[in-house]
Protein backbone atom coordinates (compact mmCIF):
# COMPACT_ATOMS: atom_id res chain seq x y z
CA UNK A 1 0.00 0.00 0.00
CA UNK A 2 1.20 3.44 -0.06
CA UNK A 3 2.89 4.73 2.60
CA UNK A 4 0.51 6.91 5.12
CA UNK A 5 2.02 9.99 7.13
CA UNK A 6 0.59 10.75 10.53
CA UNK A 7 1.78 13.70 11.80
CA UNK A 8 1.86 14.41 15.98
CA UNK A 9 1.97 18.00 17.22
CA UNK A 10 1.35 19.42 20.72
CA UNK A 11 -0.73 21.96 22.89
CA UNK A 12 -1.25 23.64 25.92
CA UNK A 13 2.41 22.68 27.31
CA UNK A 14 5.41 21.26 26.42
CA UNK A 15 6.41 17.63 27.82
CA UNK A 16 3.23 16.15 27.23
CA UNK A 17 4.55 12.99 26.24
CA UNK A 18 4.51 13.23 22.41
CA UNK A 19 7.04 10.42 21.68
CA UNK A 20 5.58 8.31 24.10
CA UNK A 21 2.07 8.55 22.40
CA UNK A 22 3.53 8.43 19.01
CA UNK A 23 5.92 5.22 19.84
CA UNK A 24 2.61 3.86 21.20
CA UNK A 25 0.69 4.05 18.43
CA UNK A 26 3.41 2.54 16.39
CA UNK A 27 3.44 -0.45 18.86
CA UNK A 28 -0.08 -0.33 18.09
CA UNK A 29 0.56 -0.55 14.46
CA UNK A 30 2.94 -2.93 14.57
CA UNK A 31 1.19 -5.37 16.39
CA UNK A 32 -1.19 -5.31 13.78
CA UNK A 33 1.55 -6.38 10.94
CA UNK A 34 2.04 -3.16 9.60
CA UNK A 35 5.98 -1.95 9.14
CA UNK A 36 6.27 1.45 11.02
CA UNK A 37 9.61 3.77 11.63
CA UNK A 38 9.09 7.37 13.99
CA UNK A 39 10.49 10.62 13.09
CA UNK A 40 11.44 13.51 15.01
CA UNK A 41 11.45 17.46 13.88
CA UNK A 42 13.11 19.52 16.21
CA UNK A 43 12.67 23.57 16.55
CA UNK A 44 15.61 24.47 17.77
CA UNK A 45 18.46 25.86 15.73
CA UNK A 46 21.22 23.54 17.16
CA UNK A 47 21.98 20.75 14.01
CA UNK A 48 21.90 18.53 16.48
CA UNK A 49 21.66 17.84 19.77
CA UNK A 50 25.68 16.62 20.22
CA UNK A 51 27.29 19.89 21.77
CA UNK A 52 23.88 20.48 24.21
CA UNK A 53 24.44 20.34 27.86
CA UNK A 54 22.31 17.53 29.25
CA UNK A 55 20.35 20.07 31.82
CA UNK A 56 19.45 22.05 28.96
CA UNK A 57 17.95 18.88 26.97
CA UNK A 58 18.55 15.57 28.55
CA UNK A 59 19.91 12.46 27.22
CA UNK A 60 21.88 12.78 23.57
CA UNK A 61 20.79 9.70 22.44
CA UNK A 62 23.00 8.15 19.46
CA UNK A 63 22.04 5.99 16.12
CA UNK A 64 23.52 2.54 14.42
CA UNK A 65 24.82 5.21 11.84
CA UNK A 66 26.01 7.56 14.62
CA UNK A 67 23.59 10.52 14.65
CA UNK A 68 22.96 12.12 17.51
CA UNK A 69 19.87 12.74 18.30
CA UNK A 70 16.91 13.58 21.03
CA UNK A 71 16.01 11.24 23.63
CA UNK A 72 12.52 10.50 21.74
CA UNK A 73 14.45 8.18 19.56
CA UNK A 74 15.60 6.08 22.34
CA UNK A 75 11.60 5.80 23.03
CA UNK A 76 11.09 5.36 19.51
CA UNK A 77 13.18 1.69 19.21
CA UNK A 78 12.40 0.60 22.83
CA UNK A 79 8.74 0.40 21.59
CA UNK A 80 9.63 -0.74 18.16
CA UNK A 81 12.50 -2.57 18.35
CA UNK A 82 13.58 -1.08 15.20
CA UNK A 83 16.81 0.47 14.16
CA UNK A 84 16.14 4.29 13.85
CA UNK A 85 18.65 6.73 11.76
CA UNK A 86 20.14 10.45 10.75
CA UNK A 87 16.60 10.06 8.48
CA UNK A 88 14.47 9.81 11.72
CA UNK A 89 15.93 13.03 13.26
CA UNK A 90 15.69 16.49 11.69
CA UNK A 91 16.21 19.86 13.40
CA UNK A 92 15.44 23.55 12.15
CA UNK A 93 19.26 23.75 12.53
CA UNK A 94 20.11 21.08 9.73
CA UNK A 95 17.31 22.44 7.37
CA UNK A 96 19.12 25.65 7.28
CA UNK A 97 22.07 24.53 7.00
CA UNK A 98 21.18 22.55 4.24
CA UNK A 99 19.34 25.13 2.42
CA UNK A 100 22.16 27.21 3.14
CA UNK A 101 24.69 25.07 1.53
CA UNK A 102 22.49 24.35 -1.14
CA UNK A 103 22.35 28.37 -1.97
CA UNK A 104 26.09 28.46 -2.00
CA UNK A 105 26.93 26.01 -4.60
CA UNK A 106 24.45 27.73 -6.49
CA UNK A 107 21.68 25.21 -6.81
CA UNK A 108 18.95 27.85 -6.41
CA UNK A 109 20.14 29.38 -9.62
CA UNK A 110 20.00 33.15 -8.01
CA UNK A 111 16.42 32.70 -6.82
CA UNK A 112 15.77 34.62 -3.19
CA UNK A 113 15.97 32.06 -0.86
CA UNK A 114 12.89 32.09 1.47
CA UNK A 115 11.05 30.39 4.24
CA UNK A 116 8.54 29.19 1.71
CA UNK A 117 9.30 27.89 -0.28
CA UNK A 118 13.13 26.40 0.13
CA UNK A 119 12.88 25.94 4.11
CA UNK A 120 9.31 24.48 3.97
CA UNK A 121 10.25 22.28 0.57
CA UNK A 122 13.47 21.21 2.80
CA UNK A 123 11.29 20.18 5.66
CA UNK A 124 8.86 18.30 3.40
CA UNK A 125 11.58 16.23 1.37
CA UNK A 126 12.77 15.04 5.01
CA UNK A 127 9.70 13.63 6.03
CA UNK A 128 8.83 11.77 3.11
CA UNK A 129 12.51 10.65 2.73
CA UNK A 130 11.44 7.83 5.20
CA UNK A 131 8.58 6.33 2.81
CA UNK A 132 10.41 6.24 -0.27
CA UNK A 133 13.39 4.84 0.99
CA UNK A 134 12.29 2.21 2.84
CA UNK A 135 8.42 2.25 1.89
CA UNK A 136 7.62 1.47 5.16
CA UNK A 137 3.57 1.24 5.78
CA UNK A 138 3.13 4.07 8.32
CA UNK A 139 5.59 7.46 9.09
CA UNK A 140 4.84 8.76 12.08
CA UNK A 141 6.05 12.38 12.45
CA UNK A 142 6.51 13.76 15.91
CA UNK A 143 6.80 17.77 15.89
CA UNK A 144 8.84 18.87 18.81
CA UNK A 145 7.72 21.91 20.60
CA UNK A 146 4.14 23.45 21.23
CA UNK A 147 1.84 24.82 18.84
CA UNK A 148 2.44 28.30 18.76
CA UNK A 149 6.16 28.53 19.44
CA UNK A 150 7.33 30.60 16.98
CA UNK A 151 10.16 28.39 15.84
CA UNK A 152 7.98 25.65 15.07
CA UNK A 153 6.06 27.84 12.45
CA UNK A 154 8.07 26.34 9.75
CA UNK A 155 6.41 22.84 10.92
CA UNK A 156 3.48 23.16 10.98
CA UNK A 157 3.25 24.94 7.40
CA UNK A 158 5.40 22.15 5.49
CA UNK A 159 2.55 19.91 7.18
CA UNK A 160 -0.06 21.81 6.25
CA UNK A 161 1.12 22.06 2.48
CA UNK A 162 2.05 18.08 2.61
CA UNK A 163 -1.56 17.08 3.85
CA UNK A 164 -2.70 18.83 1.11
CA UNK A 165 -0.30 17.14 -1.56
CA UNK A 166 -0.90 13.65 0.27
CA UNK A 167 -4.45 13.87 0.58
CA UNK A 168 -6.04 10.87 2.47
CA UNK A 169 -2.47 9.60 2.99
CA UNK A 170 -1.81 12.26 5.70
CA UNK A 171 -3.69 12.52 9.67
CA UNK A 172 -3.00 14.65 11.79
CA UNK A 173 -3.15 13.70 15.75
CA UNK A 174 -3.37 16.34 18.56
CA UNK A 175 -1.77 16.29 22.22
CA UNK A 176 -3.22 18.59 24.13
CA UNK A 177 -3.39 19.16 28.07
CA UNK A 178 -6.31 18.99 30.37
CA UNK A 179 -5.88 20.62 33.49
CA UNK A 180 -7.85 19.79 36.13
CA UNK A 181 -8.80 22.74 38.73
CA UNK A 182 -8.74 21.49 42.57
CA UNK A 183 -11.03 24.81 43.60
CA UNK A 184 -13.64 24.04 41.36
CA UNK A 185 -13.43 20.10 41.13
CA UNK A 186 -13.50 19.70 37.66
CA UNK A 187 -11.19 19.27 34.27
CA UNK A 188 -11.34 22.32 32.19
CA UNK A 189 -10.79 21.83 28.02
CA UNK A 190 -10.50 25.24 27.15
CA UNK A 191 -6.72 25.30 26.75
CA UNK A 192 -7.23 22.32 24.58
CA UNK A 193 -9.49 24.16 22.46
CA UNK A 194 -7.37 27.09 22.22
CA UNK A 195 -4.67 24.80 21.03
CA UNK A 196 -5.90 23.28 18.37
CA UNK A 197 -7.71 27.13 17.47
CA UNK A 198 -4.19 28.11 17.44
CA UNK A 199 -3.68 24.87 14.85
CA UNK A 200 -6.48 25.43 12.71
CA UNK A 201 -5.43 29.88 11.95
CA UNK A 202 -1.88 28.17 10.66
CA UNK A 203 -4.23 25.87 8.33
CA UNK A 204 -3.96 22.49 10.05
CA UNK A 205 -7.59 20.52 11.19
CA UNK A 206 -6.33 17.47 13.41
CA UNK A 207 -8.44 14.89 13.02
CA UNK A 208 -7.56 12.82 16.09
CA UNK A 209 -7.64 15.00 20.11
CA UNK A 210 -5.51 12.92 22.58
CA UNK A 211 -5.82 14.34 25.97
CA UNK A 212 -3.17 14.11 28.03
CA UNK A 213 -5.36 14.30 32.27
CA UNK A 214 -4.43 13.35 35.54
CA UNK A 215 -8.28 12.42 35.84
CA UNK A 216 -10.71 10.52 33.55
CA UNK A 217 -12.43 12.60 31.22
CA UNK A 218 -16.35 12.76 31.06
CA UNK A 219 -18.45 12.16 28.93
CA UNK A 220 -19.41 16.20 28.57
CA UNK A 221 -15.54 16.77 28.49
CA UNK A 222 -15.53 14.74 24.96
CA UNK A 223 -18.42 16.40 24.00
CA UNK A 224 -17.59 19.55 24.30
CA UNK A 225 -14.10 18.83 22.62
CA UNK A 226 -15.47 17.10 19.92
CA UNK A 227 -18.37 19.91 19.09
CA UNK A 228 -15.52 23.14 19.59
CA UNK A 229 -12.37 20.89 17.69
CA UNK A 230 -14.12 19.79 14.73
CA UNK A 231 -14.05 16.15 15.46
CA UNK A 232 -15.75 13.29 16.08
CA UNK A 233 -16.95 12.09 19.69
CA UNK A 234 -14.54 8.70 19.05
CA UNK A 235 -11.73 10.38 18.26
CA UNK A 236 -11.44 12.48 21.34
CA UNK A 237 -9.18 10.34 23.12
CA UNK A 238 -7.89 10.03 26.68
CA UNK A 239 -4.48 9.72 27.76
CA UNK A 240 -4.70 9.53 31.69
CA UNK A 241 -1.22 9.28 33.70
CA UNK A 242 -0.19 5.85 33.97
CA UNK A 243 2.13 4.01 36.59
CA UNK A 244 4.86 3.54 33.61
CA UNK A 245 5.50 4.71 30.23
CA UNK A 246 5.18 1.21 28.97
CA UNK A 247 0.83 1.11 30.05
CA UNK A 248 0.10 3.37 27.43
CA UNK A 249 -0.10 1.04 24.39
CA UNK A 250 -2.48 -1.08 26.59
CA UNK A 251 -4.41 2.90 27.61
CA UNK A 252 -4.24 3.65 23.96
CA UNK A 253 -5.40 0.24 22.82
CA UNK A 254 -8.43 0.03 25.20
CA UNK A 255 -9.14 3.78 23.65
CA UNK A 256 -9.13 2.68 20.54
CA UNK A 257 -6.08 5.31 18.70
CA UNK A 258 -5.01 3.06 16.39
CA UNK A 259 -8.53 1.83 14.89
CA UNK A 260 -9.80 5.77 14.65
CA UNK A 261 -6.34 5.83 12.21
CA UNK A 262 -6.72 2.72 10.39
CA UNK A 263 -10.23 4.37 9.78
CA UNK A 264 -9.36 7.43 8.74
CA UNK A 265 -6.88 6.24 6.05
CA UNK A 266 -9.58 4.07 5.00
CA UNK A 267 -8.14 0.59 6.20
CA UNK A 268 -9.50 -2.53 8.14
CA UNK A 269 -10.04 -2.26 11.80
CA UNK A 270 -11.23 -6.26 12.07
CA UNK A 271 -7.76 -7.48 13.29
CA UNK A 272 -7.02 -6.92 16.75
CA UNK A 273 -3.21 -5.81 17.56
CA UNK A 274 -1.40 -8.47 19.12
CA UNK A 275 -0.12 -7.64 22.14
CA UNK A 276 0.35 -10.93 24.03
CA UNK A 277 4.14 -10.57 24.54
CA UNK A 278 3.81 -6.62 25.60
CA UNK A 279 0.90 -7.74 28.14
CA UNK A 280 3.52 -10.45 29.55
CA UNK A 281 6.44 -8.15 30.25
CA UNK A 282 3.80 -5.55 31.71
CA UNK A 283 2.25 -8.39 34.23
CA UNK A 284 6.26 -9.09 35.15
CA UNK A 285 6.66 -5.45 35.49
CA UNK A 286 4.46 -4.75 37.87
CA UNK A 287 4.21 -8.30 39.51
CA UNK A 288 8.45 -8.36 40.46
CA UNK A 289 9.32 -11.47 42.56
CA UNK A 290 12.79 -10.05 43.57
CA UNK A 291 14.33 -6.17 44.49
CA UNK A 292 17.41 -4.93 44.28
CA UNK A 293 19.07 -1.59 44.92
CA UNK A 294 21.67 -0.41 42.61
CA UNK A 295 23.56 2.69 42.68
CA UNK A 296 23.75 4.89 39.64
CA UNK A 297 26.64 7.37 40.17
CA UNK A 298 27.13 10.63 38.16
CA UNK A 299 27.12 13.92 37.32
CA UNK A 300 23.66 15.26 36.36
CA UNK A 301 21.56 13.08 38.30
CA UNK A 302 19.76 16.17 39.30
CA UNK A 303 18.44 15.32 35.85
CA UNK A 304 16.91 11.93 35.57
CA UNK A 305 16.75 12.52 31.66
CA UNK A 306 19.65 13.07 31.40
CA UNK A 307 20.50 9.00 31.83
CA UNK A 308 17.05 7.84 30.26
CA UNK A 309 18.53 5.42 28.07
CA UNK A 310 20.25 3.90 31.39
CA UNK A 311 16.94 3.95 32.97
CA UNK A 312 15.48 2.01 31.15
CA UNK A 313 17.79 -0.71 30.08
CA UNK A 314 17.71 -1.41 33.97
CA UNK A 315 13.79 -1.60 33.72
CA UNK A 316 14.34 -4.17 30.77
CA UNK A 317 16.79 -6.47 32.72
CA UNK A 318 15.30 -6.55 36.14
CA UNK A 319 11.72 -7.36 34.08
CA UNK A 320 13.57 -10.06 32.27
CA UNK A 321 14.32 -11.71 35.44
CA UNK A 322 11.15 -10.81 37.73
CA UNK A 323 13.19 -8.26 39.81
CA UNK A 324 12.16 -4.68 40.52
CA UNK A 325 15.40 -2.14 40.59
CA UNK A 326 15.94 0.41 42.51
CA UNK A 327 17.54 3.35 41.92
CA UNK A 328 19.91 5.38 44.14
CA UNK A 329 21.23 8.01 42.42
CA UNK A 330 24.81 9.34 43.94
CA UNK A 331 26.00 12.66 42.86
CA UNK A 332 29.49 11.99 41.55
CA UNK A 333 31.17 15.50 42.99
CA UNK A 334 29.51 14.46 46.28
CA UNK A 335 31.83 11.38 46.88
CA UNK A 336 34.69 11.11 48.41
CA UNK A 337 37.07 8.37 50.02
CA UNK A 338 35.48 9.95 53.82
CA UNK A 339 31.77 9.55 52.94
CA UNK A 340 32.07 6.64 50.33
CA UNK A 341 31.38 3.62 52.32
CA UNK A 342 28.27 5.48 53.87
CA UNK A 343 27.08 6.32 50.54
CA UNK A 344 27.50 3.00 48.63
CA UNK A 345 27.33 0.54 51.96
CA UNK A 346 24.55 -1.76 51.46
CA UNK A 347 24.15 -1.60 47.58
CA UNK A 348 23.78 -4.77 45.28
CA UNK A 349 25.78 -3.40 42.42
CA UNK A 350 26.99 -0.21 41.12
CA UNK A 351 26.87 1.94 38.00
CA UNK A 352 28.92 4.61 37.37
CA UNK A 353 27.85 6.92 33.87
CA UNK A 354 29.24 7.86 31.16
CA UNK A 355 29.74 11.75 30.61
CA UNK A 356 32.61 14.45 30.15
CA UNK A 357 34.81 17.21 31.61
CA UNK A 358 36.10 16.48 35.04
CA UNK A 359 33.84 17.53 37.04
CA UNK A 360 32.34 14.53 39.37
CA UNK A 361 35.28 12.22 38.40
CA UNK A 362 37.22 12.69 41.69
CA UNK A 363 34.26 10.88 42.99
CA UNK A 364 33.59 8.50 40.73
CA UNK A 365 37.08 7.19 40.97
CA UNK A 366 36.69 6.69 44.25
CA UNK A 367 33.16 4.26 43.95
CA UNK A 368 35.24 2.58 41.75
CA UNK A 369 37.98 1.85 44.32
CA UNK A 370 35.50 0.88 46.87
CA UNK A 371 33.29 -1.48 45.01
CA UNK A 372 36.58 -3.48 43.77
CA UNK A 373 37.94 -3.95 47.04
CA UNK A 374 34.71 -4.69 48.43
CA UNK A 375 33.59 -7.40 45.48
CA UNK A 376 30.74 -5.15 44.88
CA UNK A 377 29.22 -6.16 41.14
CA UNK A 378 30.15 -2.83 38.72
CA UNK A 379 29.29 -1.73 35.66
CA UNK A 380 31.33 0.90 34.18
CA UNK A 381 30.06 2.71 30.60
CA UNK A 382 32.39 4.80 28.43
CA UNK A 383 33.79 7.64 31.02
CA UNK A 384 32.59 5.01 33.93
CA UNK A 385 34.70 2.59 32.28
CA UNK A 386 37.66 5.34 31.80
CA UNK A 387 37.62 5.73 35.17
CA UNK A 388 38.06 1.96 36.37
CA UNK A 389 41.06 2.32 34.19
CA UNK A 390 42.58 5.09 35.83
CA UNK A 391 41.25 3.52 39.32
CA UNK A 392 43.20 0.59 38.69
CA UNK A 393 46.08 1.99 37.61
CA UNK A 394 46.89 4.36 40.82
CA UNK A 395 45.51 1.68 43.52
CA UNK A 396 46.61 -1.88 41.49
CA UNK A 397 49.94 -0.68 39.42
CA UNK A 398 51.36 1.72 41.84
CA UNK A 399 50.64 4.81 39.50
CA UNK A 400 49.17 7.39 41.76
CA UNK A 401 49.72 9.94 39.07
CA UNK A 402 47.73 7.86 36.10
CA UNK A 403 44.75 10.44 34.39
CA UNK A 404 43.15 10.81 31.47
CA UNK A 405 44.53 13.01 29.11
CA UNK A 406 41.25 14.50 29.02
CA UNK A 407 41.12 15.56 32.72
CA UNK A 408 44.73 16.40 33.38
CA UNK A 409 46.87 16.89 29.57
CA UNK A 410 50.28 17.05 31.13
CA UNK A 411 49.60 13.96 33.67
CA UNK A 412 52.95 11.42 33.89
CA UNK A 413 50.70 8.19 33.21
CA UNK A 414 47.96 9.18 30.57
CA UNK A 415 46.34 5.76 30.57
CA UNK A 416 43.44 7.40 29.04
CA UNK A 417 44.78 8.91 26.04
CA UNK A 418 42.84 11.05 23.09
CA UNK A 419 42.10 9.28 19.87
CA UNK A 420 44.93 9.94 16.83
CA UNK A 421 41.38 11.43 14.68
CA UNK A 422 40.43 13.53 17.35
CA UNK A 423 43.57 15.61 17.58
CA UNK A 424 43.98 19.22 16.61
CA UNK A 425 39.80 19.92 15.72
CA UNK A 426 38.56 22.81 14.75
CA UNK A 427 35.29 22.09 15.50
CA UNK A 428 33.32 19.68 18.15
CA UNK A 429 29.48 19.05 16.81
CA UNK A 430 29.49 15.98 15.17
CA UNK A 431 32.86 15.14 15.59
CA UNK A 432 33.40 12.43 18.00
CA UNK A 433 33.56 8.34 17.20
CA UNK A 434 29.72 7.65 16.49
CA UNK A 435 27.75 4.82 15.77
CA UNK A 436 28.06 1.15 15.99
CA UNK A 437 31.79 -0.60 15.54
CA UNK A 438 32.28 -4.07 15.63
CA UNK A 439 34.05 -5.50 18.93
CA UNK A 440 35.67 -9.23 19.01
CA UNK A 441 34.87 -11.08 22.73
CA UNK A 442 38.28 -12.81 24.46
CA UNK A 443 37.82 -16.65 24.67
CA UNK A 444 36.98 -17.30 27.99
CA UNK A 445 36.21 -14.01 29.37
CA UNK A 446 33.11 -12.81 31.34
CA UNK A 447 32.00 -10.86 28.36
CA UNK A 448 31.83 -13.93 26.04
CA UNK A 449 29.64 -15.41 28.58
CA UNK A 450 27.09 -13.02 28.27
CA UNK A 451 27.46 -12.31 24.87
CA UNK A 452 27.22 -15.85 23.87
CA UNK A 453 29.02 -15.21 20.47
CA UNK A 454 32.84 -13.85 19.85
CA UNK A 455 31.62 -10.70 17.18
CA UNK A 456 29.55 -7.73 19.32
CA UNK A 457 28.35 -4.68 17.63
CA UNK A 458 28.01 -1.46 19.91
CA UNK A 459 27.16 2.29 19.62
CA UNK A 460 30.04 4.47 20.90
CA UNK A 461 29.88 8.42 21.78
CA UNK A 462 33.56 9.35 23.01
CA UNK A 463 36.73 11.24 22.19
CA UNK A 464 39.22 9.34 24.08
CA UNK A 465 40.54 5.53 24.68
CA UNK A 466 42.26 3.02 26.78
CA UNK A 467 45.82 3.65 26.25
CA UNK A 468 47.54 0.42 24.23
CA UNK A 469 51.07 1.78 25.90
CA UNK A 470 49.53 0.43 29.30
CA UNK A 471 47.63 -2.96 27.68
CA UNK A 472 50.21 -5.73 29.01
CA UNK A 473 51.01 -3.70 32.66
CA UNK A 474 47.14 -3.96 33.00
CA UNK A 475 46.55 -8.07 32.11
CA UNK A 476 49.39 -8.64 34.19
CA UNK A 477 48.03 -6.65 37.11
CA UNK A 478 44.91 -8.45 36.59
CA UNK A 479 42.71 -6.20 34.58
CA UNK A 480 41.84 -7.60 31.00
CA UNK A 481 40.75 -6.00 28.17
CA UNK A 482 38.32 -8.32 26.54
CA UNK A 483 36.77 -6.44 24.24
CA UNK A 484 39.23 -5.50 21.22
CA UNK A 485 37.91 -3.19 17.80
CA UNK A 486 39.64 -4.86 15.24
CA UNK A 487 41.66 -1.73 15.05
CA UNK A 488 43.20 -2.35 18.16
CA UNK A 489 40.61 0.03 20.47
CA UNK A 490 40.31 -1.72 24.04
CA UNK A 491 36.61 -1.78 24.01
CA UNK A 492 35.15 -3.83 27.26
CA UNK A 493 37.62 -4.49 30.59
CA UNK A 494 36.79 -6.85 33.41
CA UNK A 495 38.28 -8.57 36.32
CA UNK A 496 38.09 -12.05 36.05
CA UNK A 497 38.59 -12.55 39.91
CA UNK A 498 36.28 -10.08 40.62
CA UNK A 499 32.36 -11.02 41.02
CA UNK A 500 31.03 -8.62 38.86
CA UNK A 501 33.25 -5.91 37.27
CA UNK A 502 33.11 -4.63 33.63
CA UNK A 503 33.85 -1.53 32.21
CA UNK A 504 32.35 -0.65 28.18
CA UNK A 505 33.57 2.23 25.98
CA UNK A 506 30.34 2.08 24.23
CA UNK A 507 27.00 2.21 25.57
CA UNK A 508 25.46 -1.18 25.64
CA UNK A 509 22.36 1.09 27.12
CA UNK A 510 21.79 2.51 23.46
CA UNK A 511 20.29 -0.90 22.13
CA UNK A 512 18.09 -2.41 24.90
CA UNK A 513 14.28 -2.56 24.48
CA UNK A 514 11.73 -4.15 25.90
CA UNK A 515 11.82 -7.30 23.49
CA UNK A 516 15.63 -7.10 23.59
CA UNK A 517 16.48 -6.19 27.32
CA UNK A 518 20.65 -5.47 26.66
CA UNK A 519 22.43 -9.23 27.69
CA UNK A 520 25.08 -6.92 30.19
CA UNK A 521 22.25 -5.28 31.65
CA UNK A 522 20.76 -8.48 32.15
CA UNK A 523 24.02 -9.75 33.56
CA UNK A 524 24.45 -7.05 35.90
CA UNK A 525 21.84 -7.20 37.44
CA UNK A 526 22.02 -10.91 38.32
CA UNK A 527 24.75 -10.19 39.26
CA UNK A 528 23.52 -7.86 42.05
CA UNK A 529 20.66 -10.27 42.88
CA UNK A 530 22.96 -13.10 43.91
CA UNK A 531 25.12 -9.98 45.59
Not at 248 to 257: H, N
Not at 272 to 287: E, H, P, Q, S
Request: hydrophobic share 35%; proline share 4%.
Amino acid sequence: MKTKYIFVTGGVASSLGKGTISASLARLLLSRGYSVTIQKLEPYINPDPGTLNPYEHGECYVTEDGAETDLDLGHYERFTNEPTSQANSVTTGGIYLSVIEKERRGDYLGETVQVIPHITDEIKKRILVLGQTKKYDFVITEIGGTVGDIEGLPFIEAIRQLRLELGKNAVCIHLAYIPYLAAAGELKTKPAQHSVKLLLEQGVQPEIIVCRTEHKLTEGNRSKLALFCNVEKSCVIESIDAKSIYEVPMLMKAEGLDVQVLKKFGLSTKDDADLRDWTTFLKKLFNPKHEVTIGLVGKYVELKDAYKSITEAFIHAGTSLNCKVNLKWIHSETVNAKNVKSLLQGLSGVLVAPGFGKRGVDGKIAAIKYVREKNIPFLGICLGMQCAVVEFARHALNLPNAHSVEMDEKTKHPVISVMANQKNLDQFGGTMRLGSYDCHLKEGSLAKKIYKKSKISERHRHRYEFNNAYLKSFEKAGMTPSGINPEGLVEIVEITKHKFFIGTQFHPEYKSTVENPHPLFVAFVKAAMSN
